[in-house]
């Protein structure tokens, strides 16, 4: 059998981060098995869906690299073969008619309440003939369930699970305005769709016992489920904004890599081992929906920012100035030209080691990037007090002399401090001032290499103390 799944959201908003993990997963099965990996969007509920919900999920996939296979599928074009086989199931005897106005539906589920039954409808219509229906009362579509035995799901994650259909009522598969319900939506496009493996969040696991019943009716191959648990925060609540209850959109802005997104995605819940670092093509040859842990995952920044810093590690240079680029140039309001590029593809190596996010690695790389003369923090002013412009003024000639590779530029700094019966830090503190414009960079001597001759020199000439002729 050839694997077909599907990725199925309702375009209400963002891709959040749970569905991000279902796509994951249902993505990896498919490519693990050499099957087929299909969008569906479901905007059947046409006041909530909106187009920019369906592009923030197409970008949102896309940034992923979960692509899909074939063209997308957009549910509210298929309603009118829903109703069909609504009246398909109507015509065989396994649907009927249901003439309930809204006053009686209400009535029937406060007597249920009354008697501490479950609000189930009662099956009024499910024996009576339609010339018995009322005038001016256009009737729904409900299928006629079973109302004795079990059904059952075999879950590849949640294991066997029973429910007796005396707790399942009829449910209506097509309303009186002649628009399908989502279950009879579901069934009938996984069925058109080829589908043979649903993987969805749990919170659906009550939805798959109406639809299976919904396929046995039709005569359909019931799919194979697997109901995945949804993600908690660090703390076991359910998850939300505080805990990363976000759109994939929000990780990209706040410099998460595609390829950290989805190994950490991927270990919300299913493992190999004590494997952690798990690349795409291995994540592929491993996975299987059977290893999917039954408890809910538990959402942990931490551990999220420390697989973003070791795909930052492992990015090429050049790869990860394109990325901070445009970040940088927001932040400057300027375009970063080739001559800053330059600087930054040089400077990357000493940056990304530093950074577990692209946000961090742009705001430690703004300095080398920034309009003279650079603005300097509280720290780096007071630095800049008293004696140090001097001393720059003494260092700079010696410098312009320096051969500019790191160790000769070390070399100058520490003979120039001799001279003078300094400590390395009581020139080397006001360098990185007046270079960086901070205390904290990359070591100084590596720093002012990646700067070059010209830069360097210019800066420091911007810090020349105000008793210095120029």
């Not at 569906?40 to 979960?66: F, H, K, N, Y």
């Not at 959109?249 to 270990?267: K, W």
């Not at 500019?404 to 503190?429: H, I, N, S, T, Y």
């Amino acid at each position: 059998m050839s694997v077909v799944v599907r990725f199925a959201p309702s375009p209400t908003g963002f891709l959040h981060i749970g569905g991000a993990r279902t796509a994951l997963f249902n993505w990896l099965f498919a490519r693990h098995h050499g099957g087929t990996f299909r969008l569906r969007i479901e905007d059947t509920d046409r006041q909530r869906s909106t187009p920019e919900a369906v592009e923030a999920i197409v970008e949102g996939l896309s940034w992923l690299e979960l692509q899909w296979d074939g063209e997308i599928v957009l549910q509210s074009q298929r309603a009118a073969r829903h109703a069909e086989v609504a009246r398909q199931l109507l015509a065989a005897g396994n649907a009927y008619y249901c003439y309930c106005t809204p006053e009686e539906l209400a009535a029937m589920r406060e007597r249920a309440r009354a008697e501490g039954r479950a609000l189930l409808y009662d099956g009024t219509w499910r024996e009576r003939d339609s010339s018995e229906a009322p005038p001016g009362v256009k009737p729904a579509i409900r299928l006629k369930a079973p109302r004795s035995g079990e059904t059952v799901i075999r879950d590849h994650v949640q294991g066997t699970v029973t429910v007796a259909n005396t707790q399942l009522d009829d449910l209506i598969i097509l309303r009186s305005d002649g628009t399908p319900t989502y279950n009879l939506s579901v069934v009938v496009d996984d069925h058109d769709m080829g589908i043979t493996h649903v993987i969805r969040g749990d919170d659906h696991l009550n939805n798959a016992f109406r639809q299976t019943q919904i396929y046995r009716a039709l005569g359909w191959t019931v799919p194979e489920f697997g109901h995945v648990p949804l993600i908690h925060g660090a703390d076991g609540a359910k998850l939300s904004k505080r805990h990363g209850a976000l759109g994939v959109d929000a990780y990209r802005e706040m410099g998460y890599l595609p390829e950290a997104l989805r190994n950490y995605l991927l270990r919300l819940g299913w493992s190999h081992g004590d494997a952690e670092i798990i690349p795409t093509e291995q994540a592929i040859a491993w996975f299987d929906i059977d290893a999917v842990g039954r408890a809910a995952a538990r959402f942990d920044f931490a551990k999220l920012d420390s697989l973003n810093g070791h795909y930052i590690r492992a990015a090429t240079d050049a790869r990860l100035v394109e990325l901070i680029a445009p970040r940088l140039e927001r932040a400057l309001g300027m375009a970063i030209d080739e001559g800053r590029r330059a600087r930054l593809l040089a400077a990357m190596p000493g940056l990304k080691p530093r950074a577990k996010t692209l946000a961090e690695l742009a705001d430690n790389a703004r300095f080398y990037v920034e309009r003279r003369p650079i603005p300097l923090d509280d720290k780096a002013r007071a630095q800049l007090a008293g004696d140090a412009p001097s001393l720059l003024d003494g260092l700079a000639p010696l410098l312009a002399a320096a051969e500019w590779r790191g160790p000769a530029l070390e070399e100058a700094v520490r003979g120039f401090v001799e001279d003078r019966g300094l400590k390395l830090g009581a020139v080397a503190q006001p360098l990185r001032a007046a270079l960086v414009g901070s205390t904290v960079s990359p070591p100084i001597f590596e720093v002012m290499e990646v700067l070059g001759r010209e830069e360097t020199l210019a800066r420091l000439a911007d810090r020349r103390s105000p008793h210095r002729e120029i």
